[in-house]
């Protein structure tokens, strides 16, 4: 069985850098696509960022881009999310997934697993 486990996640000022991680175990996504979605209170899940399965070419929301960075080590089958200059609105839970597709989606319907998340607070 598949599982995605995230890490990292706790509260910190604006301004401030959180580092999530995200192991995968079960199975390898060295294939895949993984991705990085958040969803705040009364709101829905978005999308933040995703890698393809090589790490080559990655893909951000426009409200992350220039302050987060996806990377990963399909040696160790984990999935980084580096955050920086952290804002209030940044304040969510952050989800990982593991794609179906190999190229670095936005599409919540392209991930078939899905981790319980993290929760990144940030104060102003």
């Given at each position: 069985q598949a599982q995605l486990v995230e890490s990292g996640g706790g509260l910190v000022q604006a301004g401030g850098s959180l580092r999530l991680s995200?192991?995968?175990?079960g199975r390898t996504f060295s294939s895949y696509a993984m991705g990085w979605f958040r969803q705040a209170p009364g709101k829905e899940r978005e999308f933040v960022a995703a890698i393809s399965w090589g790490g080559g070419r990655s893909y951000y929301a426009?409200?992350?881009?220039?302050?987060?960075?996806?990377?990963?080590?399909?040696?160790k089958n984990t999935v980084y999310l580096q955050m920086s200059s952290l804002k209030p609105e940044d304040t969510a839970d952050y989800y990982c997934a593991?794609?179906?597709?190999?190229?670095?989606?936005?599409?919540?319907?392209?991930?078939?697993?899905?981790?319980?998340?993290?929760?990144?607070a940030v104060s102003s």
């Amino acid at each position: 069985q598949a599982q995605l486990v995230e890490s990292g996640g706790g509260l910190v000022q604006a301004g401030g850098s959180l580092r999530l991680s995200c192991a995968a175990s079960g199975r390898t996504f060295s294939s895949y696509a993984m991705g990085w979605f958040r969803q705040a209170p009364g709101k829905e899940r978005e999308f933040v960022a995703a890698i393809s399965w090589g790490g080559g070419r990655s893909y951000y929301a426009a409200s992350v881009k220039g302050r987060f960075t996806i990377s990963r080590d399909n040696a160790k089958n984990t999935v980084y999310l580096q955050m920086s200059s952290l804002k209030p609105e940044d304040t969510a839970d952050y989800y990982c997934a593991a794609g179906r597709v190999s190229y670095e989606s936005a599409h919540q319907r392209d991930y078939a697993y899905w981790g319980q998340g993290t929760q990144v607070a940030v104060s102003s």
